[in-house]
T-cell receptor, first 114, second 110 residues
Framework: DAGITQSPRHKVTETGTPVTLRCHQT?????MYWYRQDPGHGLRLIHY???????DKGEVSDGYSVSRSKTEDFLLTLESATSSQTSVYFC?????????????FGPGTRLTVL | DAKTTQPPSMDCAEGRAANLPCNHS???????VYWYRQIHSQGPQYIIH???NNETNEMASLIITEDRKSSTLILPHATLRDTAVYYC???????????FGTGTSLTVIP
């Protein structure tokens, strides 16, 4: 599964606290992504990275920041968690050919904000 | 917004072929069609992708119409473990975003 791990796998926190989720990959892929999934919905892109220190916003980036200081780690931070950020968060990487970009997903982190 | 339209749910008898349709009428020339599935709350699992030719792998077959405006994912002999939500996605090259819709919830019936 493209060597993707996410930590923690489960977290419960309180409104207003900072939270950082980690995505780690072992295969030196350039592109990494953070998605969130809410009940009854498909995945929605939060942020993505196309290299060390190169990131861009996705569809639902408000309230989130990311950092990528080394190829293998992509961090998602909620500076001040809100109940609306209760969700399951998935990290993904791209294995790409010249024109195609298959994404492979991690196991997910279930975050509950009380 | 998702660029695809899928039926919300389908049933299939165990051992029979499951045919999951997808409409992507606005697909552009450089965009591929990808299929993923998600079982319970696990991460989405890649199944297959294609550009314009039909594709087959050990999991499934992908049939893309000649005008590329629709496709069908075929699971040739559905098992109970194929019960999942199936997502059809169109996307261009490296770095292009994947837009997930709500997918098709496939239930394989014993």
């Amino acid at each position: 599964d493209a060597g993707i791990t996410q930590s923690p796998r489960h977290k419960v926190t309180e409104t207003g606290t900072p939270v950082t989720l980690r995505c780690h990959q072992t295969e030196n892929h350039r592109y990494m992504y953070w998605y969130r999934q809410d009940p009854g919905h498909g995945l929605r892109l939060i942020h993505y990275s196309y290299g060390v220190k190169d990131t861009d916003k996705g569809e639902v980036s408000d309230g989130y920041s990311v950092s990528r200081s080394k190829t293998e780690d992509f961090l998602l931070t909620l500076e001040s968690a809100t109940s609306s950020q209760t969700s399951v968060y998935f990290c993904a990487i791209t294995t790409s050919g010249a024109r195609e970009s298959t994404q492979y997903f991690g196991p997910g982190t279930r975050l509950t904000v009380l | 917004d998702a660029k695809t339209t899928q039926p919300p749910s389908m049933d299939c008898a165990e051992g029979r072929a499951a045919n999951l349709p997808c409409n992507h009428s606005t697909i552009s020339g450089n965009e591929y069609v990808y299929w993923y599935r998600q079982i319970h709350s696990q991460g989405p699992q890649y199944i297959i992708h294609g550009l314009k030719n039909n594709e087959t792998n050990e999991m499934a077959s992908l049939i893309i119409t000649e005008d590329r405006k629709s496709s069908t994912l075929i699971l040739p002999h559905a098992t109970l473990r194929d019960t999942a939500v199936y997502y059809c996605i169109v996307s261009g090259g490296t770095g292009n975003q994947f837009y997930f819709g709500t997918g098709t919830s496939l239930t394989v019936i014993p």
